[in-house]
């Protein structure tokens, strides 16, 4: 079928590039959020997130009226849910917000339709937002009753996309297309391919729904082998750099970088879906989960030695007046997106053990978050560097490295960016 208006629903990281490209191939594409801000943004032709390119598309996309967003859904032959999945309690996953997306589309829906999840998701939540919309909408049927006679359809495709890189790998990555009937797969790759050209690979929902929980889980796992081999390197008084760069020498040994945890709503998140549900199974991924939790309140440890390190050389100096200062406060390098960030808690866990002035360097934001607003300032790499006794590297943003003159401070590098 033609799919003349297709709507998105969730305009954050994901969300807003979806709609955009879809939008820059000339479709209709109204684009749905419960922020009001971001929505009255995005109509002037601007957006409220950092990433490369997306300014052009999405002004583009509005000026020549292809893009349009609001608050309250509106009819559409498509429909593409990517609202945040995060946790609640412990660790178990909080599905209110697709609950919500699912309910607020369904007076909208009508036969023929496509809903498509795109939010990375514990296995059985396509089906049970296809069960929310069912209650909603009793007089539609779905494909978990009527198979593929189904009025609407229903599929689970996951985001696979890289912050930075997001309109580029958008259009070239492959996509898993999980339809909860082989005619709902069908459909959904007819929509992927107004844009998508990589492959689109069907499988069913609960199996596209595991692989995304999979792919992020295994990087976890490989992380924490990276994060766990720096804490042991520390012990035993060995340069992890170096050892790693030696080690991956080996032609069939490729060890990942270590750094001050892991941060984002993807690899920090996904794993715990998994063991959510299958909890004895799920042993390994459970303790890569907790060697990578664990290792923000290391890098707490190293801060509080450098304190000390600076005290002991500064004899006439109290804690007090030690000035640190945290550079990168992102869940990565050159973004501006800090959700799960390790760097945001050292940061805070610094602020509330450290008497004196805590500063914060983070070149991609123009104020900081809620969580930090009032308790320290954010400032430029030059003011920190002069005004600090204590650096600490959290993040290798692209601006931070040229700091090999910030060798003779004291300094806590998370990143290797001075080794």
């Not at 998701?121 to 779905?142: C, H, I, K, N, Y």
């Not at 750099?241 to 060890?255: D, S, T």
């Not at 941060?263 to 459970?286: M, N, Y």
């Not at 002069?386 to 959290?394: F, G, T, Y």
Request: proline letters at 6%.
């Amino acid at each position: 079928m033609p799919f003349n208006t297709i709507s998105v629903v969730g305009l954050g990281y994901i969300g807003l590039p979806t709609a955009a490209v879809f939008a820059s191939r000339k479709k209709q594409v109204i684009g749905v959020d419960v922020n009001q801000n971001a929505v009255d943004i995005i109509n002037r032709g601007q957006i409220h997130i950092v990433e490369p390119d997306l300014d052009m598309v999405v002004h583009a996309a509005v000026t020549e009226g292809y893009l349009r967003a609001t608050t309250l859904p509106e009819p559409a032959d498509a429909f593409l849910i990517a609202v945040p999945t995060p946790f609640k309690g412990d660790h178990e996953p909080d599905l209110t917000y697709i609950e919500s997306a699912s309910k607020s589309i369904a007076p909208v829906l009508k036969k023929g339709d496509l809903v498509i999840l795109e939010s990375t998701s514990p296995v059985g939540a396509t089906e049970q937002m296809a069960a929310w919309l069912a209650e909603a909408r009793p007089d539609l049927s779905f494909p978990q009753t009527h198979g593929e006679s189904s009025d609407i359809r229903i599929a689970h495709c996951p985001e696979r996309v890289l912050p930075g890189h997001v309109l580029h790998e958008l259009v070239q990555n492959d996509r898993v297309i999980g339809g909860m009937t082989p005619k709902c797969s069908a459909l959904a790759i007819s929509l992927y391919k107004i844009f998508v050209q990589g492959e689109c690979i069907v499988t069913n929902a609960r199996t596209a729904e595991m692989c995304k929980l999979t792919e992020n889980s295994s990087r976890d796992v490989s992380i924490a082998f990276a994060n766990e081999l720096s804490m042991i390197c520390d012990k035993l008084d060995i340069n992890v750099w170096e050892l790693i760069r030696l080690a991956n020498r080996h032609p069939r040994v490729n060890i990942l970088q270590p750094g001050p945890g892991v941060g984002g709503h993807c690899i920090a998140v996904d794993p715990w879906f998994i063991v959510s549900k299958t909890p004895e199974q799920a042993r390994l991924i459970r303790t890569a989960r907790e060697v990578n939790d664990s290792k923000p309140l290391w890098v707490i440890d190293k801060v509080k030695l450098a304190v000390a390190e600076f005290l002991q050389a500064n004899p006439d100096k109290t804690a007090r007046e030690v000035t640190i200062a945290c550079f990168g406060l992102a869940f990565k390098a050159d973004i501006d997106d800090l959700r799960e960030s390790p760097a945001i808690e050292i940061t805070q866990r610094i602020i509330a053990i450290h008497p004196g002035p805590v500063l914060a360097v983070e070149p991609n934001i123009m104020e900081l978050p809620n969580s930090l607003n009032e308790k320290i300032s954010l400032t430029s790499i030059q003011s920190a560097m002069n005004e600090a006794d204590v650096l600490v590297l959290l993040v290798d943003h692209k601006e931070f490295k040229d700091m090999s003159k910030t060798l003779d401070k004291v300094h806590v590098d998370t990143r290797g960016i001075l080794r």
